[in-house]
């Protein structure tokens, strides 16, 4: 009998990445570094040399990560024939264009063939699962497995399945801890999951900022960066905020006074809606301001901050388990 017969859950080798672009590639770096087979599935051929470059690039930040025993780039492979692409997976991670038409058709034909143990999870930014898998046989086993760019930097997925695909999504964090991801399971759907959500939030602010010319985008940026995403690095907003008042019992007419500030619009313009034309002088400023030397000196500096963030907080939870455990 085997394992997936014994357990009910199928053990996973071998994963397939539907979409060989930014995400898809990002994937295949990651599940490389966890130790698996990966095939990269991609309907242009020229993709595969996109993988090649990536994984390369990416090289540098998975050593300094930790490479799984066996892992290399010489076991991701790529293909244009999607009947070789899912023949023999354990996983998929679809990760084709966020166009809910063509992701309909592709999840719905991934289905097709592949057994029914095997997971589809979608990588898609914002669709709900309920309508991603609405042209499929098999739906209860498809659902949002959505990560933040890049997949082997980033460690956070986002499941959100609701309600009729809560045993695959039990499979799929299971399986993406495993790959050492850091799980966060929606408990009901919602468009943009929560991660999105809040960028969104934070962006409509910087738009904000930018057209009262409040200060120009590299110091909005710097006020993110050296200041609260700090904190939210660390431990997201709310225990930051926490730890806003020297006194707990100060905690609840703190969050008083913040629903007051929101409410009367003194910080927050929540109403605020960017048109067109800002959109545009957004991305041209962003162009040529902060992206005008290209991305190869940002992605280097984002790749190796990154790193140094996860190990250095990865040192310091080891270090306070170890504090709690002698106050045990
Ligand atoms: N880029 C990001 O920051 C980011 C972050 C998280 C999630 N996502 C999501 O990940 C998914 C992929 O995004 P991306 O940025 O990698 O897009 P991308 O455009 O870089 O890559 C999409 C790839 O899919 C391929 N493709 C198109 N049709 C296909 C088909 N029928 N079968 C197989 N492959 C096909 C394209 O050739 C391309 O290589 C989207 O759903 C997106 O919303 C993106």
Same mark, same amino acid.
């Given at each position: 009998?085997?394992?997936?017969?014994?357990?009910?859950?199928?053990?996973?080798?071998?994963?397939?990445?539907?979409?060989?672009?930014?995400?898809?590639?990002?994937?295949?770096?990651?599940?490389?570094?966890?130790?698996?087979?990966?095939?990269?599935?991609?309907?242009?051929?020229?993709?595969?040399?996109?993988?090649?470059?990536?994984?390369?690039?990416?090289?540098?930040?998975?050593?300094?990560?930790?490479?799984?025993?066996?892992?290399?780039?010489?076991?991701?492979?790529?293909?244009?024939?999607?009947?070789?692409?899912?023949?023999?997976?354990?996983?998929?991670q679809?990760?084709?264009?966020?166009n809910?038409?063509?992701?309909?058709?592709?999840?719905?034909?991934?289905?097709?063939?592949?057994?029914?143990?095997?997971?589809?999870?979608?990588s898609?930014?914002?669709?709900?699962?309920?309508?991603?898998?609405?042209?499929?046989?098999?739906?209860?086993?498809?659902?949002?497995?959505?990560?933040?760019?890049?997949?082997?930097?980033?460690?956070?997925?986002? &499941? *959100?399945? +609701?309600? $009729?695909? #809560?045993? @695959?999504?039990?499979?799929? %964090?299971?399986?993406?801890?495993?790959?050492?991801?850091?799980?966060?399971?929606?408990?009901?759907?919602?468009?943009?999951?929560?991660?999105?959500?809040?960028?969104?939030a934070?962006?409509r602010e910087?738009?904000?900022?930018?057209?009262?010319?409040?200060?120009?985008?590299?110091?909005?940026?710097?006020? &993110? *960066?050296? +200041?609260? $995403?700090? #904190?939210? @690095?660390?431990?997201?907003? %709310?225990?930051?905020l926490?730890?806003?008042k020297?006194?707990?019992?100060?905690?609840?007419?703190?969050?008083?006074?913040?629903?007051?500030?929101?409410?009367?619009?003194?910080?927050?313009?929540?109403?605020?809606?960017?048109?067109?034309?800002?959109?545009?002088?957004?991305?041209?400023?962003?162009?040529?301001?902060?992206?005008?030397?290209?991305?190869?000196?940002?992605?280097?500096?984002?790749?190796?901050?990154?790193?140094?963030?996860?190990?250095?907080?990865?040192?310091?939870?080891?270090?306070?388990?170890?504090?709690?455990?002698?106050?045990?």
């Amino acid at each position: 009998m085997s394992e997936s017969e014994r357990t009910g859950v199928r053990k996973i080798a071998k994963v397939t990445c539907v979409g060989g672009g930014v995400i898809g590639a990002g994937w295949a770096a990651h599940f490389m570094r966890a130790g698996l087979d990966v095939v990269v599935y991609d309907q242009a051929a020229e993709r595969e040399s996109y993988l090649r470059e990536s994984l390369a690039k990416a090289m540098p930040a998975l050593t300094e990560l930790g490479m799984a025993p066996g892992a290399t780039p010489s076991r991701v492979f790529f293909t244009t024939d999607f009947q070789e692409a899912v023949k023999g997976t354990d996983f998929i991670q679809e990760s084709g264009p966020e166009n809910i038409d063509t992701k309909i058709s592709l999840l719905s034909e991934i289905d097709a063939h592949t057994p029914l143990d095997v997971v589809i999870a979608s990588s898609s930014s914002g669709f709900l699962s309920s309508k991603l898998r609405s042209g499929a046989k098999h739906p209860e086993r498809i659902l949002v497995g959505h990560p933040f760019n890049p997949p082997f930097l980033i460690p956070l997925v986002e &499941i *959100a399945g +609701g309600a $009729a695909a #809560r045993e @695959a999504a039990h499979n799929a %964090s299971a399986f993406y801890r495993s790959t050492g991801c850091e799980v966060v399971e929606l408990d009901r759907e919602i468009e943009g999951y929560i991660g999105n959500r809040i960028q969104y939030a934070v962006l409509r602010e910087v738009l904000y900022l930018m057209s009262q010319g409040v200060a120009d985008l590299e110091s909005i940026d710097k006020a &993110i *960066a050296a +200041g609260p $995403a700090i #904190r939210w @690095a660390v431990m997201g907003l %709310s225990s930051a905020l926490f730890l806003g008042k020297s006194d707990p019992s100060l905690w609840g007419k703190f969050v008083e006074s913040l629903g007051r500030e929101m409410d009367s619009g003194y910080i927050a313009p929540s109403s605020f809606q960017p048109d067109p034309a800002l959109m545009q002088i957004y991305a041209e400023k962003v162009a040529n301001g902060i992206g005008a030397n290209g991305q190869a000196g940002l992605m280097a500096l984002r790749n190796a901050g990154v790193v140094g963030i996860r190990s250095a907080l990865e040192r310091v939870r080891t270090g306070l388990v170890g504090v709690n455990s002698d106050l045990d």
